[in-house]
């Protein structure tokens, strides 16, 4: 009778293990394989969108009328700053899908292309190959400016490494599954054949659990699988408590997804606001004293110009702050000049904070570099000087020769910063004065002067001593435009 009941119960534990190790083992490929795909879609979603936003720049920059013809000849540049930007083998065709210049001959001479011809249809669609060793995608969208079709871009990426991944995973899971399954049926296997043994205990603590009593426990002492369950049971609590981290984790990293984009926003927000303040105040100043003030009616509206014109470029040009890239249309600009022409325009702001600016410029201070780069660093320096210098207190700004160098240096009155703070000032987002920070300030200033400092090829240090704070900025000293002014 005992071997009867244990080959029904060796038999029906077999058909569930195969059953169920079948079931999980479909289930998890299936989860997998839609996970990957979903993790595609969104990357080529990400990859369209950062591709039109380069395209309709230079759409927009441009003004071109006839835009399918300078899609045309433009391929092979656009194509070579995709290529680099995305660091993804970028082909580019026409309506039709003719091409017209790929990064990587032999990736685009592959026969399969149902997802250009989608895209010659008007849609976007992508493709996955599988090969040995290797498994990639061809992407494919129409690129559409002002609702007209203007060319096909094609992306080759490669996915391997997220494949060979999802397939470690894969393994790694039927292997753990396999494991546990096996380990189940051994035991089992054993428990069958000592049954009669356990039975009476379990029969007389299942009583004491009917009779409300849930703090029974079973031990055996013996180390065989009944004897290891309760220790299986605390490893199992174990690994539920770290996989409950290991989801908070990515809770915390989604937030911060989150606020990374909105900080993104409160970066044009801060970029915008200055100009906009001073525009503002010209008007107001305008308003009220009309033309009787001839000179400065005459000043305060070619301000008012100039910022607005400046406002009309900042927008393309706020995308360029985290590149740190040196620019390739460098010219010779009087820095000392710029200079002096933003102190005078934020001297309104600084009295709105019950603050005065006090410059001593020398004359031709020459350098390379880009000038509305140049008056945007110094926007950003003294507008941080503004916020967070004591009140009632004046800021000095200087600009000398020096050691055959053009330098900057911005002195004012403020807390003390930290050896550890000051080493995290040029980092994106960081406040080192949060508490004083001015309402939807991100942060974001010094890490812009940052990479105007490194695209114009200077240097810049902030110290911290005596209650003073000072910045220092040094560029190449460009002689011969001197001499020629």
């Not at 220790?231 to 409950?244: K, L, P, V």
């Amino acid at each position: 009778m005992i071997r009867k009941i244990s080959l029904k119960f060796l038999l029906g534990l077999l058909f569930i293990f195969l059953i169920s190790f079948m079931v999980l083992s479909q289930t998890v490929q299936a989860f997998i394989r839609t996970s990957n795909q979903d993790l595609i879609t969104s990357e080529l979603v990400g990859l369209k969108n950062n591709s039109n936003v380069y395209v309709r720049q230079a759409f927009l920059i441009n003004h071109y009328s006839n835009n399918e013809l300078y899609f045309g000849e433009m391929a092979e540049e656009l194509g070579n700053s995709l290529n680099h930007a995305t660091g993804n083998s970028v082909g580019v065709y026409t309506v039709n899908g003719e091409p017209l210049y790929t990064s990587d001959k032999s990736v685009f001479q592959q026969k399969e292309s149902k997802d250009l011809q989608e895209a010659v249809a008007g849609k976007t669609a992508y493709s996955i190959r599988y090969s040995e060793n290797q498994t990639s995608v061809m992407f494919s969208y129409p690129v559409v400016i002002d609702g007209a079709k203007v060319g096909i871009l094609r992306y080759f990426k490669d996915f391997s490494q997220l494949y060979q991944q999802s397939n470690r995973i894969l393994d790694i899971t039927l292997y753990i599954t396999l494991a546990i399954f096996s380990a189940a049926f051994l035991f089992s296997y054993i428990l069958s054949r000592h049954i009669t043994l356990p039975l009476g205990k379990l029969a007389h603590a299942s009583s004491q659990v009917k009779n409300g009593n849930l703090d029974v426990r079973i031990r055996f002492k013996r180390k065989d699988e009944i004897g290891r369950l309760a220790e299986n049971f605390n490893d199992m609590i174990e690994q539920i408590s770290r996989q409950i981290s290991i989801i908070s984790n990515d809770r915390d990293h989604l937030k911060e997804l989150h606020q990374q984009e909105k900080r993104f926003f409160d970066n044009i927000t801060h970029e915008l606001k200055t100009p906009l303040t001073s525009i503002l105040g010209y008007a107001e100043m305008i308003k009220l004293n009309g033309e009787r003030d001839r000179g400065f009616f005459e000043k305060g509206m070619n301000h008012i110009i100039e910022e607005s014109k400046r406002l009309h470029t900042m927008v393309l040009k706020l995308l360029e702050v985290s590149r740190q890239v040196k620019g390739d249309d460098l010219e010779a600009v009087d820095a000392g000049a710029v200079l002096r022409d933003v102190c005078d325009s934020m001297a309104m702001r600084a009295q709105r904070y019950k603050k005065k600016i006090r410059a001593d410029i020398e004359s031709d201070l020459w350098i390379m570099g880009q000038t509305s780069r140049i008056r945007q660093l110094f926007i950003n320096l003294i507008d941080n000087a503004i916020k967070y210098s004591w009140a009632f207190s004046e800021i000095e700004v200087k600009g000398l020769h020096a050691d055959g160098k053009v330098r900057f240096v911005l002195d004012n009155p403020s807390d003390a910063i930290s050896s550890e703070q000051l080493s995290k000032l040029f980092e994106p987002f960081y406040l080192a004065h949060s508490k004083d920070s001015e309402q939807g300030s991100v942060g974001l200033g010094l890490s812009i002067v940052k990479s105007i400092v490194d695209e114009q090829e200077g240097a810049i240090s902030v110290i911290s001593h005596n209650n003073r704070t000072v910045v220092t900025v040094e560029f190449d000293r460009l002689k011969a435009a001197e001499e020629g002014s």
